[in-house]
């Protein structure tokens, strides 16, 4: 069935196989360089444009925004959330691949959230919460006021899906998400998370009331088996409930590359993106 919360492979793996199939870094064996490069281009790109930096939501360091607004403040926005299965990476190092959005003419604005294990996953999800409360009381001043397609990668493919009922978010994308935690709590990735019974119920949003915003689903069809099961699944459950939002298999991407897709200005997912608000 779509929605059952463990892979068939599961209660006969051990933990070290289990942590494989979650294991983005490993499968991926050129990874490192792929984060170097990335770091690389992000430190000028949000040099170039520091006008809108660094803007506190919340009272702990990593509770910050980056705003990159369009000229025209009415355009739409493309907030990203980082992932790094909620313990690793930050907004910092991601601002480059709002270049396309930007060329679009679209706003683009990346929040921070406090990692595992400082914060809970309740925790980081109610930040994210309070950050979209916060653009929608102040993303004005910083001139941006249009419709927001809320987006994630990975970790932030989880958060998207948790968030995208919130009342500033017009639509979302989820990239490479993670929508059913079960499997996350029997790896290795759990040893910073300590994730609850409570939490696997709470926030799973495989397991939560379907929103009815459109929302696409992509990963890339490089990417592991259990990357693009739970895109599918969780896709699936969507589709029975008739909520809008294609599901976008990424040819060839891996969990790194897939993001190309998100930065040029006609890539495939700030195409769907685009097409996200035509809904309605």
Same mark, same amino acid.
């Given at each position: 069935?779509?929605?059952?919360?463990?892979?068939?492979?599961?209660?006969?793996?051990?933990?070290?196989?289990?942590?494989?199939?979650?294991?983005?870094? /490993?499968?991926?064996?050129?990874?490192?360089?792929?984060?170097?490069?990335?770091?690389? #281009?992000?430190?000028?790109?949000?040099?170039?444009?520091?006008?809108?930096?660094? +803007?506190?939501?919340?009272?702990? #360091?990593?509770?910050?925004?980056? +705003?990159? $607004?369009?000229?025209?403040?009415?355009?739409?926005?493309?907030?990203? @959330?980082?992932?790094?299965?909620?313990?690793?990476?930050?907004?910092?190092?991601?601002?480059? *691949?709002?270049?396309?959005?930007?060329?679009?003419?679209?706003?683009?604005?990346?929040?921070?959230?406090?990692?595992?294990?400082?914060?809970?996953? /309740?925790?980081?999800?109610? #930040? !994210?919460?309070?950050?979209?409360?916060?653009?929608?009381?102040?993303?004005?001043?910083?001139?941006?006021?249009? %419709?927001?397609?809320?987006?994630?990668?990975?970790?932030?493919?989880?958060?998207?899906?948790?968030?995208?009922?919130? $009342?500033?978010?017009?639509?979302?994308?989820?990239?490479?998400? @993670? *929508?059913?935690?079960?499997? !996350?709590?029997? /790896?290795?990735?759990?040893?910073?998370?300590?994730?609850?019974?409570?939490?696997?119920?709470? +926030?799973?949003?495989?397991?939560?009331?379907?929103?009815? %915003? $459109?929302?696409?689903?992509?990963?890339? /069809?490089?990417? +592991?088996?259990?990357?693009?099961?739970?895109?599918?699944? *969780?896709?699936?459950?969507?589709?029975?409930?008739?909520?809008?939002?294609?599901?976008? $298999?990424?040819?060839?991407?891996?969990? *790194?590359? @897939?993001?190309?897709?998100? %930065?040029?200005?006609?890539?495939?997912?700030?195409?769907?993106?685009?097409?996200?608000?035509?809904?309605?």
């Amino acid at each position: 069935m779509a929605n059952d919360p463990l892979p068939p492979f599961w209660a006969g793996a051990s933990k070290a196989e289990r942590s494989a199939a979650y294991d983005n870094s /490993t499968a991926v064996a050129d990874s490192p360089a792929l984060i170097a490069a990335r770091n690389a #281009e992000a430190a000028p790109f949000r040099a170039a444009r520091a006008g809108h930096l660094d +803007l506190r939501y919340g009272e702990t #360091e990593r509770t910050a925004w980056d +705003l990159f $607004p369009a000229k025209d403040p009415a355009a739409p926005c493309l907030v990203f @959330i980082h992932g790094g299965y909620w313990q690793r990476n930050r907004r910092e190092d991601f601002c480059a *691949f709002m270049a396309g959005a930007l060329e679009r003419g679209w706003s683009a604005a990346l929040p921070g959230y406090t990692l595992g294990p400082e914060a809970s996953l /309740t925790q980081i999800v109610g #930040e !994210i919460r309070a950050a979209l409360d916060w653009l929608a009381a102040h993303g004005a001043e910083h001139g941006i006021a249009g %419709k927001v397609v809320l987006s994630g990668w990975s970790a932030g493919g989880h958060l998207t899906a948790m968030a995208l009922d919130h $009342p500033r978010v017009s639509a979302g994308l989820a990239i490479s998400g @993670i *929508f059913e935690l079960a499997p !996350i709590r029997d /790896t290795d990735l759990d040893e910073k998370l300590s994730l609850t019974e409570a939490e696997l119920a709470s +926030l799973s949003p495989m397991r939560l009331p379907v929103v009815r %915003k $459109p929302l696409a689903v992509a990963y890339g /069809t490089g990417e +592991l088996p259990e990357l693009r099961r739970q895109s599918r699944h *969780f896709h699936g459950l969507r589709a029975e409930a008739h909520a809008p939002g294609a599901l976008i $298999p990424v040819s060839g991407a891996d969990h *790194f590359r @897939i993001l190309e897709a998100l %930065k040029a200005s006609d890539g495939e997912l700030l195409r769907a993106a685009d097409e996200l608000l035509r809904f309605g």
